[in-house]
Every structure is written in C-alpha cells, then in structure tokens.
C-alpha cells in the first residue's frame, strides 16, 4: 500500500468538515475529500463519517471511516455504550 500512495497518489487533495458531534473521548464528523490523481488526472468526491477516537493527551487513537450510507454504524461507534 504504501508503495502504491507514494511519492504522492494525489496531485491535489482537500477534506472538508460539514458537521461534528463529540461524545466523551469520541468525535463524528462529517466530512467531504475531494482529490485529483497524480497519475491519472482522475478527480473523486468521497462524502463519508468519521469516527475519531482521543486520549487522555488529545492524540489520536483511533479513526474509523463509514460511508454516507452506514450512519447508523457510525453513531453506534460514536455511541458504544
């Protein structure tokens, strides 16, 4: 994988955050990449959820990714309890 993304898969790539909710030491986001390919020129859209898992520190543990279609899915990682 890694062989494959470098140098850079990606000649452009942005992600922006449309909305988030924190839960405890857990953040969803919503969120919409956009990136065009080094190689290729193709350009994607991707809009998924994100589940971002914290520390006592503020370090990232964790991060899991559902498409827009598995919501539920994803509240119930944001919601494990």
């Known amino acids: 994988m890694r ?8 000649e452009s790539q942005s992600v922006e955050i449309d909305s988030f909710e924190v839960k405890g030491n857990r953040v969803l ?14 350009e994607m859209e991707i809009e998924a ?22 919501e539920d899915a994803a509240r119930r990682a944001l919601h494990p309890d």
Do not use: C, H
């Open 29 to 42: 986001t919503r969120q919409r990449t956009t990136a065009r390919g080094a190689g290729s020129g193709i």
């Open 49 to 70: 959820l994100v589940v971002w898992t914290f520390d006592e520190q503020g370090k990232v543990t964790r991060v899991e990714t559902f498409t827009a279609q598995e």
């Open 3 to 10: 062989a494959w993304m470098d140098p850079d898969a990606f």
